[in-house]
Each structure stands twice: as structure tokens, then as C-alpha cells.
């Protein structure tokens, strides 16, 4: 036996294109159209300008200063960047997402991305024994993290409307005991509970059951389940740099729960790798949290460049969701989901087209730059008529 059966029966993740032939536009994987802040930039260089014995050393295991720099983000914009309220370099949540307590450090585990950090979660607090629920179209990485820990699934079909079926996952959770997660807002569809809803579904549920919301696209413009930590202690939120922080390429992802449950999480992480983020990743991450209203400033204009398409797929025809993400989840009744997909490619563009039956009449359009979406309707106006 030359390769392990577990191996063998591996089903992985298949991430959005990365041609090399030739230079598109990517609108593709969700990544944010701008750069991190030139004082991410500056701080990563003064580090290893300055620090260059650093990088032969091992990094702060704990990453204390990261998780201080974190938690001191989340109080600042109540965890929904595009909301928040810049005062020169002061920043304030809204006051509808105010968290009515401090987070601290130890409510904050990272790792490699929010993949890795998902990978970790799955394995802490999914079983076997028992199946968890999920909804039937989500985050495509979940079914491969079921498959890696050879977790049984439930999956819920999503209502009419793409919105996800609160009840029916709340009540199959309850058959099944083994925990629940879902996208919020969720991914492909863009659609967001509100905080009020989760609440109000977690509180029906046992308390012996996990919640796991993935809060990866909060900051443009969802409602974060952070406040409801007070409350719920079955309750573990996942978020990332990717997206709203500008930052995919330096893999950085945390979730925000109570100590005991980033205590469990953390003991699952020493078990495989006891230093998983690296030193620059840690610098960089750090110096992100503490420049707020460039981020702010970013995740309103993406969020604003997401309205104006929004409108624009509308007038041409296209039957489009009401994201509240950095992405549009789209499609026309005259011209198939893979069609506009390969057209568009040949135009210079990478959009998202998913095989998956159910949604393969829709394509998944991440926003860019308004230039960058200007360009792209200048294309939809060609190849639709
Ligand atoms: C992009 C994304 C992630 C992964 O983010 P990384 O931190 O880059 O690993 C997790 N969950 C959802 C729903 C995502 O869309």
C-alpha cells in the first residue's frame, strides 16, 4: 500500500483559476481589488529592513501583539468595517453595531487563512458520530473539511429567494445533534441573516451544540454575530484578512469566541503545528488592525462599486441578488452561466462559473475597482444585446 486509503478517498477544494498564459482581470476568487495600506507596506519593510534576525527565528507562538491588535480593531468598528464612523484617525462602530462588551485577546485564535482556521474548528467540535448541518449551497470548502475528518453532513436545501432555511436547519440540527455552520452573509448567494435571526435560532438550539458562523464577507455590509457572544457560549465565528482587510496573499485567519473554545482550538493547533503564522504575516496583520480608516474607506468603495453593477445587471436583464458581499451573484435569462463565463474570458476578464447543479445558471462576480467593473460593462454590453 503505497498511498493511504484515506488518501485516496480525498475530494479537494477547487479554488477560482490562476491562469499563467496571460494577464486577466481577476473578478474570480473575491480577493479585494486594492492593496493592503502603505502602512502595512511600510511595516512589513521595516521589519525586515530592520529585523532581519527575526526572520531566522521562531515567531511569537502566542501571537500576543496580533490578538491585542485584533481584538482593539473589532471594539473600534463593531465588526462591520463599511459601517464603521471615521473621525480622522479616530474610528466608532455604528451605533447599531456597537458590541456591548470588550473583546479581549483571549476571545481571538489565528492561522493560516480562515481555511486552516475552519480545518481546525471542523476537527474541534464536529464529529463522526453525528451528522452537522449546513446549507445545501454555501462555502464549497465545508464538504471537503466533512470529507478530510470523515464527518457525515446534512445538508439544507436554501428557500426560493436563496436565503437560507433557518428553520428546517434549525430543526434538522436538533435530530441530529452535531452542530451547524453557515456563511454569514453566505457565499455564493451573497444573502446575510441578521443578527436577530441567528439569535433567535440559536437560542431554540441545545446548548450543547456548536454554532459556527464563517463571517468572511461581514464587513461589507452584513450584521456580526460578535455581540451575541455575551449571550451564547455554543457560539464560534470565523473571519479572515482576505477580503475586507485586503490581504489574501498573506493568509491570515481568526475567529472570535469565548477563552474556552479558542483554548480547544488552539490545543487542536499544537497538536499539528505549534507555530502556524509566520513573523511577517504577524507584523502585517497587526499594522492592518491599527490603520481602521483606510480599511473603512476601501470596504465603502468596494461596497458603493457593488450597488452601481448591482443596478447596471438589473437593467440588462440579468435576475441578480441584493449582496451584501464584495461579489454578485447573477444571471440572464438569454445566455447560460458558463457561456457569459467563457465569453467574458476571452474578453480579459475572470468571472466565477460553478458546474454545481442548481446554480450552474448563475455566474459569481467578484467587485473590482469602478474602472475595473466599467471595463466589465463595457463587455456585458457587447455579448448581451
Ligand atoms: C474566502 C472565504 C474563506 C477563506 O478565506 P481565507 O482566509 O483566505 O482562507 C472562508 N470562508 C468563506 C465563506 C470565504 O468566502
Not at 436577530?196 to 450543547?208: F, G, H
Not at 468603495?301 to 445587471?313: I, P
Request: hydrophobic content about 40%; some cysteine.
Amino acid at each position: 500500500m503505497l498511498i493511504s486509503n484515506r488518501v485516496k478517498n480525498l475530494n479537494p477544494y477547487v479554488p477560482g483559476e490562476q491562469p499563467k498564459d496571460r494577464v486577466y482581470i481577476k473578478l474570480n476568487a473575491n480577493e479585494n481589488p486594492y492593496a493592503p495600506s502603505p502602512k502595512v507596506q511600510k511595516a512589513v519593510m521595516d521589519f525586515v529592513q530592520n529585523h532581519p534576525e527575526k526572520l531566522g527565528l521562531y515567531p511569537d507562538p502566542d501571537s500576543l501583539e496580533l490578538h491585542a491588535a485584533i481584538a482593539d480593531m473589532l471594539n473600534k468598528c463593531g465588526g462591520v468595517l463599511c459601517r464603521a464612523q471615521v473621525n480622522g484617525d479616530e474610528v466608532q462602530p455604528a451605533p447599531e453595531d456597537k458590541i456591548p462588551f470588550t473583546v479581549t485577546p483571549d476571545m481571538i485564535y489565528t492561522g493560516n487563512g480562515s481555511d486552516e482556521v475552519l480545518s481546525f474548528v471542523f476537527y474541534a467540535f464536529f464529529d463522526s458520530s453525528a451528522k452537522f448541518v449546513m446549507p445545501q449551497f454555501t462555502y464549497s470548502f465545508y464538504p471537503v473539511y466533512a470529507g478530510f475528518y470523515n464527518i457525515p453532513m446534512d445538508q439544507v436545501p436554501l428557500k426560493e429567494d436563496w436565503s437560507l432555511d433557518v428553520d428546517e436547519m434549525l430543526s434538522r440540527a436538533g435530530r441530529n445533534g452535531g452542530g451547524i455552520i453557515f456563511a454569514n452573509p453566505n457565499a455564493p448567494t451573497s444573502l446575510g441573516l441578521t443578527r436577530e435571526q441567528v439569535r433567535q435560532m440559536i437560542k431554540k438550539a441545545s446548548p450543547d451544540e456548536i454554532f459556527i458562523v464563517d463571517e468572511a464577507y461581514v464587513d461589507f455590509g452584513g450584521e456580526s454575530c460578535i455581540p451575541l457572544l455575551a449571550e451564547f457560549k455554543n457560539l464560534v465565528i470565523v473571519r479572515t484578512f482576505s477580503k475586507s482587510l485586503c490581504g489574501a496573499g498573506q493568509r491570515l485567519g481568526y475567529i472570535v469566541a469565548n477563552p474556552e473554545l479558542v483554548n480547544i482550538v488552539t490545543t487542536v493547533k499544537n497538536s499539528v503545528n505549534h507555530f502556524p503564522l509566520d513573523a511577517v504575516a504577524q507584523v502585517s496583520g497587526t499594522a492592518a488592525c491599527r490603520d481602521l480608516p483606510y480599511y473603512v474607506e476601501t470596504s465603502r468603495k468596494v461596497a458603493e462599486t457593488r450597488d452601481d453593477f448591482y443596478n447596471f445587471l438589473k437593467e440588462k436583464g440579468f435576475y441578480v441578488l441584493k449582496s451584501q458581499t464584495n461579489f454578485l451573484f447573477a444571471r440572464h435569462p438569454s445566455i447560460a452561466g458558463d457561456e457569459l463565463y467563457k465569453s467574458v474570458k476571452e474578453h480579459g476578464y475572470l468571472i466565477r462559473h460553478f458546474n454545481t447543479p442548481g446554480i450552474e445558471e448563475f455566474v459569481r462576480i467578484t467587485v473590482g475597482t469602478a474602472e475595473q467593473m466599467s471595463g466589465l460593462k463595457k463587455i456585458f454590453e457587447e455579448i448581451i444585446q
